[in-house]
């Protein structure tokens, strides 16, 4: 295809193809195959536990990146912590971090497509520019998981030193 206009259409209509897709393969896989303690999920050393993205001042820029919880709030649990979190809500939120990252390191892959739709160097041009606005949010579930799962062990522990405490009522009961 040598007609440039065609070109960007197909890569345009190829780009919303595959992140539909991917949106509804992230909703629709079993968030329990997803583990942040696991690789590839797992933080890395080089990454400091996420606090080697304070160096590309994702503190800053990471809250106005588009978030699909905010603009799509009835297909997508809200990222934000909620006031009574539990170690179940909290595991989950860190398989949606799983979840995300996986499409979005997904749609960077498949983004080269247009690679083959649009040839030459144009169509590399507006591959790496698709893979570099999925970037950010790879960048951002990285850095979110580290915390949460910190979190996440601290109410483990609560809670199960809160199960210890009933048991043991319950076993010789309440002192007065």
């Not at 990146?65 to 934000?80: E, G, Q, T």
């Not at 179940?88 to 979005?104: D, F, N, S, Y």
């Not at 497509?113 to 160097?121: A, P, R």
Request: with cysteine; hydrophobic share 45%; charged share 25%.
């Amino acid at each position: 295809m040598s007609d440039p206009i065609k070109c960007i259409l197909y890569c345009i209509l190829y780009y919303v193809f595959i992140g539909v897709s991917g949106f509804m393969l992230g909703r629709i896989m079993p968030k329990s195959v997803f583990h942040g303690d696991r690789f590839p999920f797992r933080p890395f050393r080089w990454e400091k536990q996420g606090a080697v993205y304070n160096r590309l001042g994702i503190r800053w820029w990471k809250e106005k990146v588009p978030d699909m919880s905010v603009i799509l709030p009835k297909l997508m649990p809200s990222k934000k912590m909620p006031k009574d979190v539990t170690a179940a809500g909290l595991e989950l939120m860190v398989q949606e971090t799983c979840v995300a990252e996986w499409i979005h390191g997904l749609l960077c892959a498949l983004g080269f497509g247009c690679v083959f739709i649009w040839k030459g160097v144009w169509g590399w041009i507006v591959s790496v520019l698709y893979l570099l606005g999925n970037l950010p949010d790879i960048i951002i579930q990285r850095y979110n998981r580290p915390k949460l799962m910190r979190i996440l062990q601290r109410v483990r522990e609560k809670e199960s030193a809160y199960e210890k405490c009933d048991h043991l009522e319950r076993q010789y009961g309440t002192r007065s």
